[in-house]
């Protein structure tokens, strides 16, 4: 099986210095504008207002808006951990294989529990409110 692009492009220049710095910034939105392609992530991005509403209506304290934007962060950082994995199965496996089940599996488990830390810490800070009356 041949698994190498139709055309071999040639490995682009190494970049270095305070260039570096803005080409990984171009690297990072060409990541978000990949991963705005899954209907997941998407997901995610709506249920950060939502998130943000509920810590509102609790009362939330400053450093628990912190705490649920790492976790938020370390979701998307998942969502985006699993969606590479799943691009590169796809490529390296285009037929079904059991490594390929295998694989995208376990990256769905690591972004499920993520979400499951989300949603442990957000019943945390509404039962915190409802205690404090």
Request: hydrophobic share 50%; proline share 4%; net charge neutral.
């Amino acid at each position: 099986m041949n698994i190498s692009s139709p055309t071999p492009r040639a490995k682009p220049a190494r970049i270095t210095g305070t260039a570096h710095v803005f080409a990984a910034a171009g690297y990072s939105i060409g990541g978000v504008q990949r991963l705005w392609q899954e209907t997941a992530f998407r997901h995610i991005m709506l249920g950060l207002p939502a998130c943000g509403a509920v810590l509102a209506l609790a009362g939330a304290s400053v450093s628990e808006y912190c705490t649920m934007m790492v976790l938020f962060f370390a979701l998307v950082a998942t969502e985006a951990l699993n969606t590479a994995i799943e691009c590169i199965v796809d490529h390296l496996a285009p037929n079904w294989e059991e490594f390929s089940r295998d694989a995208k599996d376990l990256g769905s488990l690591a972004t499920m529990c993520m979400l499951g830390a989300n949603g442990v810490f957000l019943a945390h800070v509404i039962f915190r409110a409802l205690a404090q009356g």
